[in-house]
């Protein structure tokens, strides 16, 4: 098993994990990879080293050590990200492209207060807003819409 890290054209680093290099390139071929945070399927293999343990006491530390803890900072961005998408989710029921129809519908009490998601056009988004109703895009991953694996 070959565990690869990844970026998409977004720049948000995530892990694959493939059965050989072959693998991840006929996937990403194929459009098979995508980026669990933005959907992109414009994926590149970062470089990385193996890590060998050879019982070495680890050096002191070193300007790279920086570099990966700006890299921790921006995966524990992503990690809440996904965290809150997946709460979206859960607490939510997804109305589809009848958003504004239900949204409209909630706010004047003609059906029962609760958490929606859905599709809006830009149009509907503007209107629901002059009517005071509060709406707020959040693109969420495709990658979420499934099981994850």
């Known amino acids: ?7 998409c054209s977004q720049h948000h680093v995530f892990e694959g994990w493939f059965g050989s290099e072959e693998d991840f390139l006929s996937q990403r071929e ?3 990879i995508e980026c669990p945070v933005c959907g992109s399927a414009s994926i590149s293999r970062k470089l990385s080293a193996p890590r060998l343990n050879l019982g070495a ?4 530390v070193s300007p790279a050590a920086e570099v990966v803890s700006v890299t921790g900072a921006e995966q524990a961005l992503q990690s809440a990200w996904m965290n809150l998408a997946r709460r979206v989710l859960a607490n939510t029921d997804d109305v589809g492209e009848r958003f504004a129809e239900e949204a409209r519908r909630i706010h004047y009490g003609e059906a029962k207060e ?9 149009a509907e988004t503007e209107a629901l ?4 109703i509060a709406v ?6 495709e990658a979420l819409k499934g099981p994850l694996q």
């Open 1 to 7: 098993m070959k565990v690869f890290d990844l970026e």
């Open 129 to 132: 807003l002059d009517e005071g």
């Open 30 to 32: 194929r459009a098979q």
């Open 136 to 141: 707020m895009q959040l693109p969420l991953p």
């Open 57 to 60: 006491i680890p050096p002191a």
């Open 114 to 122: 609760r958490g929606i998601r859905g599709k809006a056009s830009h």
